[in-house]
T-cell receptor, first 115, second 114 residues
Framework: AQSVAQPEDQVNVAEGNPLTVKCTYSVSGNPYLFWYVQYPNRGLQFLLKYITGDNLVKGSYGFEAEFNKSQTSFHLKKPSALVSDSALYFCAVRDPNTGFQKLVFGTGTRLLVSP | GAGVSQTPSNKVTEKGKYVELRCDPISGHTALYWYRQSLGQGPEFLIYFQGTGAADDSGLPNDRFFAVRPEGSVSTLKIQRTERGDSAVYLC?????FGSGELFFGEGSRLTVL
């Protein structure tokens, strides 16, 4: 069965510094990988996805993620963090062999950007 | 509406009562999903609909939970004989059937069982 792991419960970074939120996955075959963000009292919002092609994927709000097949990782990155980036971030994986679009989510990483 | 709409946004009920949670997906999205998010956890898959039929209900925790989508649009998640452990945020999402997997989520229904 497919799964993702987010090893950090919380990531702290100062505004203007680069940020990384880590995610590793386990799935047979080639995965579809996603990052979602959840602001307080809001629904999950899609940030970006990797399906195939270039390993560096660019998404919303200046975020990007790098797919690394050898390390089975899909870390989320941003060159310069903003206080408004503070939120809960979820990595998710879909096994394309299942035939439908069920996503399996990680436990989430809280990002706190300090002024 | 433009997005996925869920009602009620908050529901407080007593142990043993029956609860219905409603989801109105984005127009044109034939796939609909229910997830449950407990405090400090990621969303946990419950059930997936293709059109009117449940294509995968493997995530429903037990037979107290049931979901329907009779006309292929609005869906209702039904919980019988609620227990305190059912307290969570219930999320609904929709998508195109043959898309690449991006789900569009509603803001959720927070269920509290006293």
């Amino acid at each position: 069965a497919q799964s993702v792991a987010q090893p950090e419960d919380q990531v702290n970074v100062a505004e203007g510094n680069p940020l990384t939120v880590k995610c590793t996955y386990s799935v047979s075959g080639n995965p579809y990988l996603f990052w979602y963000v959840q602001y307080p009292n809001r629904g999950l919002q899609f940030l970006l996805k990797y399906i195939t092609g270039d390993n560096l994927v660019k998404g919303s709000y200046g975020f990007e993620a790098e797919f690394n097949k050898s390390q089975t990782s899909f870390h989320l990155k941003k060159p310069s963090a903003l206080v408004s980036d503070s939120a809960l971030y979820f990595c998710a994986v879909r096994d394309p062999n299942t035939g439908f679009q069920k996503l399996v989510f990680g436990t989430g990483t809280r990002l706190l950007v300090s002024p | 509406g433009a997005g996925v709409s869920q009602t009620p946004s908050n529901k407080v009920t007593e142990k043993g009562k029956y609860v219905e949670l409603r989801c109105d997906p984005i127009s044109g999205h034939t796939a609909l999903y229910w997830y449950r998010q407990s405090l400090g956890q990621g969303p946990e898959f419950l059930i997936y609909f293709q059109g009117t039929g449940a294509a995968d209900d493997s995530g429903l925790p037990n037979d107290r939970f049931f979901a329907v989508r009779p006309e292929g649009s609005v869906s209702t998640l039904k919980i019988q004989r609620t227990e305190r452990g059912d307290s969570a945020v219930y999320l609904c999402a929709s998508s195109y059937l043959f898309g690449s997997g991006e789900l569009f989520f509603g803001e959720g229904s927070r269920l509290t069982v006293l």
